[in-house]
């Protein structure tokens, strides 16, 4: 089993940034393929950005060039650095691990769930 814990939430001001943490327990993460999703108000869950074991990286076009994915294998801990914030990324954001090391974009491959972390962009 693994545990998520998600951090870094908040409200920010349109432009601003924010880096989410998603701290894991239980097993090591190494292995894991990591991803952000987020879900808005009336709106499916979507995929942020993904990392594979290997370091491979995925982003939604929307988010491409703004925001960036990173994992401490030693601390356990995987990251979403998000700058130039739109009122548009207002969401729940919600780390995932899947057991697959290989990057996946489908949402039932993650097996692993955080309870979110509220993310809000003032314009």
């Known amino acids: 089993q693994v545990q998520l814990v998600e951090s870094g939430g908040g409200l920010v001001q349109a432009g601003g940034s924010l880096r989410l943490s998603c701290a894991a327990s239980?097993?090591?993460?190494?292995?894991?393929?990591m991803g952000w999703f987020r879900q808005a108000p009336g709106k499916e869950r979507e995929l942020v950005a993904a990392?594979?074991?290997?370091?491979?990286?995925y982003y939604a076009d929307s988010v491409k060039g703004r925001f960036t994915i990173s994992r401490d294998n030693v601390k356990n801990t995987m990251y979403l650095q998000m700058n130039s914030l739109k009122p548009e990324d207002t969401a729940v954001y919600y780390c995932?691990?899947?057991?697959?090391?290989?990057?996946?974009?489908?949402?039932?491959?993650?097996?692993?769930w955080g309870q979110g972390t509220q993310v809000t962009v003032s314009s």
């Open positions: 990392i594979s074991s290997g370091r491979n990286t």
């Open positions: 995932a691990a899947s057991d697959s090391g290989i990057l996946t974009t489908t949402p039932s491959r993650y097996r692993y």
């Open positions: 239980g097993r090591t993460i190494a292995t894991y393929t």
